[in-house]
């Protein structure tokens, strides 16, 4: 199967900094990549669907000015939580999709203090 | 919201018994995939059924999707207390890319 990587595997931050998140697909090129959120003890949340080339499409109630998507090349998404708070800990998921297939990535678990 | 239901929320077993969950979801699919989550790690793929397909067996698991009930179910027979993690069923709406989850099981087998 395909695989995505994701970088850095965990991330502690301050409050009001921001944090970079990479999604990577090692060994194809994925037009299109999707960001999910979770939360303990909870599913995976789609908060937006990343296009190379494009704008990012993101889902009802989140923010595209505090999550940041960038997907500058074929194999490359990244998420930026900017200026993060507390309430943004959680799991950060990517996945992309590749022969009618989606393959995720292990996740990113970010606490912010 | 577009997310699916699964129940049950939660289940414990004795090692040895199966363990059954479903899965209903809102919308037409193109596929449907069940995937293992270990407390604090990521998704495990478990199995893809494409909505054209009915069941699907891969060594203990064995899925079956009805599509005119919008609803699939996993069972994992003879389980063991590795079996113990949470289980999602996601869908991708036709004519859409996105997966959907549902909202999860957490399954605890009991050794």
């Known amino acids: 199967g395909a695989v995505v990587s994701q970088h850095p595997s965990w991330v502690i931050c301050k409050s009001g900094t921001s944090v970079k998140i990479e999604c990577r697909s090692l060994?194809?090129?994925?037009?299109?990549m999707f960001w999910y959120r979770q939360f303990p003890k909870q599913s995976l949340m789609l908060m937006a669907t990343?296009?190379?080339?494009?704008?990012?499409?993101?889902e009802q109630g989140v923010e595209k000015d505090k999550f940041l998507i960038n997907h500058a090349s074929l194999t490359l998404s990244t998420l930026t939580v900017t200026s993060a708070h507390p309430e943004d800990s959680s799991f950060y998921i990517c996945?992309?999709?590749?022969?009618?297939?989606?393959?995720f990535g292990p996740g990113t678990r970010l606490t912010v203090l | 919201s577009q997310q699916g239901e699964e129940d049950p929320q939660a289940l414990s077993i004795q090692e040895g018994e199966n363990a059954t969950m479903n899965c209903s979801y809102k919308?037409?699919?193109?596929?449907l995939q069940w995937y293992r989550q270990n407390s604090g790690r990521g998704l495990v793929h478990l199995i893809l059924i494409r909505s054209n397909e009915r069941e699907k067996h891969s060594g203990r698991l064995r899925v079956t999707l009805d599509t005119s009930k919008k609803s699939s179910s996993l069972l994992i027979t003879a389980s063991r207390a590795a079996d113990t993690a949470s289980y999602f069923c996601a869908t991708d709406s036709s004519g859409t890319y996105k997966y959907i989850f549902g909202t999860g099981t957490r399954l605890k087998v009991l050794a």
């Open positions: 996945s992309a999709r590749v022969r009618g297939e989606q393959f």
């Open positions: 060994d194809f090129q994925a037009t299109t």
């Open positions: 990343s296009n190379e080339g494009s704008k990012a499409t993101y």
């Open positions: 919308t037409s699919i193109n596929n």
